[in-house]
């Protein structure tokens, strides 16, 4: 409400009303955190906070990825995962920045630099297919000052539909053709180690959805995990939660009745019904 930037923190952790507030779409970007990517107790991009991500994806919510170092201790390095957020025409403000961010033309990293383009098209944008689908043009570019680049995965719908090894080189680049027949997405994933750990995430940008026939994105298995996730949300507020007071408890309580209606909405437009557990059957008495 006040003009700022929303980013959903550290995925994958934790999860539920964070699950509401993509559905809900409060959420500008969600942000892959890391205390320290050299260090040898800590990873890189965490790959379960990617696969989280691509669930949102799958369900056509476009949220571009951004990152965050979480200085929780004297260890933990700050910068070590970075945002960049492509300006364009903008000057580099601070304001601007956030616009770029929203706009979806960014990519995480922890050292390699990359970008990917669908028929031209940068992440954050879309491109339209007839009802047939039909064939993309993927274009990728990759370059690091120093973390050796071991390969580089062109991601279509949360599957890596092409992956070229590099061999621990600083800078490539490529192109492949993917063919869709039904709506989709396609980001790049960069693969590269400090530690000299076999295929930990290093670099990935954000997504460029592919439309065919103007159908929009939407994963049947997602929406389920989606919404199960909210329905969590509600369990525990319901249960095990401390106690607010009576108004906030409401308030909190019907945003995320909110959003999991938004969410049962799409599914039923789609033909898709979901059993309501007796904890959430609106007709169970509490």
Do not use: C
């Amino acid at each position: 409400d006040q003009g700022g930037l929303t980013v959903r923190p550290h995925a994958p952790n934790p999860q539920l009303e964070r699950a509401a507030d993509i559905v809900l779409g409060v959420v500008n970007a969600v942000e892959m955190m890391t205390f320290n990517p050299i260090a040898p107790w800590n990873g890189q991009i965490n790959p379960y906070g990617i696969a989280d991500w691509y669930r949102y994806l799958n369900l056509g919510y476009q949220v571009p990825v951004v990152g965050g170092s979480d200085k929780m201790m004297a260890s933990s390095l700050l910068g070590g995962i970075r945002t960049y957020a492509y300006l364009g025409d903008r000057e580099f403000t601070y304001e601007d920045w956030m616009a770029a961010v929203r706009a979806g033309n960014t990519f995480v990293t922890v050292g390699p630099l990359a970008e990917i383009t669908v028929e031209g098209v940068t992440p954050g944008g879309t491109v339209e297919l007839p009802s047939s689908g039909g064939t993309v043009n993927v274009t990728w570019r990759v370059a690091s000052a120093s973390l050796p680049i071991d390969q580089v995965e062109v991601v279509v719908g949360g599957l890596a539909v092409d992956a070229v090894d590099l061999d621990k080189v600083l800078s490539a680049e490529g192109s492949v053709e993917v063919k869709t027949d039904d709506s989709t997405w396609i980001a790049l994933r960069v693969r590269g180690s400090y530690k000299g750990t076999h295929g930990e995430i290093a670099a990935h940008t954000s997504a460029v959805q592919v439309l065919v026939g103007g159908e929009p994105i939407f994963s049947n298995v997602d929406a389920f995990a989606v919404l199960e996730q909210i329905e969590g949300a509600i369990a525990y507020v319901d249960t095990i939660a401390p106690r607010p007071d009576a108004i906030r408890f409401k308030q909190l309580r019907a945003t995320l009745e909110g959003a999991h209606n938004r969410l049962l909405q799409r599914m039923h437009r789609r033909g898709i019904y979901h059993q309501h557990t007796p904890l959430h059957d609106h007709t169970y008495h509490r």
